[in-house]
Nanobody, 121 residues
Framework: HVQLVVSGGGSVQTGGSLSLSCAAS????????MAWFRQAPGKEREGVAL??????HTEIAGSFEGRFTISQDNNTSYLQMNSLAPEDSAMYYC????????????????WGQGTQVTVSS
């Protein structure tokens, strides 16, 4: 089993920055993908960023490029969010799977607790 503990989030004004972290523990294996998704009320969960921690390969979803970055260190992934806007307000989730990263939420068996990000105008 894998445990994911998310920290960070909170409230910020438009243009501000927030950083989220996700610490993974348990039977992680050697090929590890950590991902960030978000879900706003009434909307589907959408992919934000992915990182294969064993090869340090990262992907940022198109709509977040230039504003969001993902990094990792010792089985903890970090999502740095800059230039935040009210439409970025959502519950943010961390997910883990062994092996290849996917944008499809159904591919992930392990999820951390969500953390709320609220951006005010």
């Amino acid at each position: 089993h894998v445990q994911l503990v998310v920290s960070g989030g909170g409230s910020v004004q438009t243009g501000g920055s927030l950083s989220l972290s996700c610490a993974a523990s348990g039977l992680l294996g050697s090929r590890k993908c950590m991902a960030w998704f978000r879900q706003a009320p009434g909307k589907e969960r959408e992919g934000v960023a992915l990182i294969r921690t064993d090869i340090d390969h990262t992907e940022i979803a198109g709509s977040f490029e230039g504003r969001f970055t993902i990094s990792q260190d010792n089985n903890t992934s970090y999502l740095q969010m800059n230039s935040l806007a009210p439409e970025d307000s959502a519950m943010y989730y961390c997910a883990f799977r062994g092996g290849t990263c996917f944008w499809d939420v159904s591919r992930y068996s392990y999820w951390g607790q969500g953390t709320q990000v609220t951006v005010s105008s």
